[in-house]
């Protein structure tokens, strides 16, 4: 069996050696001293001024949202993971769907301006399999109307945009360090902002609202997570370097052995660093999609319809969203993690060139 994804595990000697310390200490968690290693280190990592470790990326957007006092409505994609849309309306607040550029799979920023209403406060736009969106042309437009922008980097660890990281820009960027993610602390998210006073208030959020034990500085939730989440983070950094060297390989030799497969791939944003975490694929038709789903499926191999259904077609949100309806219905993601074979990768390009050809 192939997995579509496989999630990264190291050694078990170097995680065990950080749950001595935490034995030998007895602080479990409550911002102890590895969260606040990982912090410092994945500070230097991805070269960003501030961020705040999270219990995960569901819990950053909701706290990004809260944080920025969004209210009305909020423009945002509806090619993306359900999380990004459901913390909108989790938050009160109504999300807009404008469609997605059919060759960037990010949302359209010729698309926003018609969307935008007097009751519209911010634009919260995902960086869609780690492409970063036209930021430029969001920031301006986010600027010329005073709307808030949020960034879901979910997918986007690593990579940068005009030669910073990709998690500079908005007012807050978010993003989720899940297991099935590049870069994962089993559960864990982050948001950044380069503003101190947002970074503040949402540091109060991440804690109940605590400023010291009796005392409380505005309503919060619990954000926070563990030393074991924090220790896991730090003993995959020390491999992101090998880990996107591999990634990079792999989705190359992708590249190479499927030229001859019928199917349009994501167009990369310019002037980015990319990070290769997934390998999306659409198809000419759904037809043929779902039949390459199932000769992959039937030789056991896993696939995603990802992402699919197109969010627009949540009960709770409507929306005419025609090219990210059709991406969504043609799209799939084929396997790529760090420990897939080339033998692995030949014999899916082989089952994939095979249904396209019968
Ligand atoms: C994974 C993901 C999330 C949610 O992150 P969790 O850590 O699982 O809560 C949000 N947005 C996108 C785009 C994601 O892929």
Not at 22 to 30: A, D, G, P
Not at 158 to 167: A, L
Not at 222 to 232: D, I, T, V, Y
Request: glycine share 6%; with cysteine; net charge negative.
């Amino acid at each position: 069996m192939i997995p579509v994804t496989k999630p990264f595990l190291p050694t078990q000697d170097e995680y065990q050696a950080y749950l001595n310390g935490i034995w030998s200490r007895n602080w479990l968690t409550n911002n102890g001293p590895l969260v606040n290693e990982l912090e410092l280190k994945l500070k230097e990592y991805l070269g960003v001024n501030h961020l705040l470790y999270l219990g995960n990326g569901t819990i950053a957007i909701q706290i990004a949202i809260k944080a920025l006092e969004l209210r009305g409505e909020i423009i945002t994609t509806p090619f993306s993971y359900v999380a990004t849309t459901s913390s909108i309306v989790w938050e009160g607040c109504s999300p807009v769907f404008v469609d997605i550029d059919e060759n960037t799979f990010n949302i359209d920023p010729k698309k926003i301006e018609l969307a935008i209403t007097a009751n519209t406060s911010a634009i919260l736009a995902t960086h869609c399999f780690g492409n970063p969106c036209d930021i430029a042309a969001i920031d301006e437009i986010a600027r010329k109307h005073s709307l808030k922008v949020i960034f879901d980097g979910a997918h986007s660890f690593g990579t940068s945009y005009e030669n910073k990281s990709v998690f500079e820009y908005g007012d807050i960027t978010t993003t989720s360090f899940h297991a099935t993610k590049l870069f994962h602390t089993i559960e864990g998210g982050a948001v950044f902002t380069t503003k101190p006073d947002i970074l503040k208030k949402m540091a109060f959020m991440r804690n109940f609202g605590h400023d010291g034990p009796e005392k409380f500085n505005g309503i919060g939730i619990n954000g926070k997570n563990s030393e074991f989440h924090a220790a896991m983070g730090l003993v995959n950094l020390r491999y992101m370097d090998e880990i996107f060297a591999v990634r990079k390989r792999q989705f190359l030799y992708y590249d190479k052995i499927l030229k001859n497969l019928r199917v349009r791939k994501q167009k990369l944003n310019k002037d980015i660093v990319y990070n290769y975490a997934y390998y999306p694929i659409v198809f000419e038709s759904e037809e043929l999609a779902l039949s390459s789903l199932r000769e992959l499926e039937i030789n056991g191999i896993g696939v995603r319809r990802y992402f699919y259904p197109s969010l627009s077609s949540l009960d709770y949100t409507d929306g005419h969203t025609p090219v990210s309806d059709s991406i969504s219905s043609r799209i799939l993601c084929i396997p790529i993690y760090h420990t897939l074979s080339q033998e692995e990768q030949d014999m899916i390009a082989r089952l994939l060139l095979r249904t396209q050809n019968n």
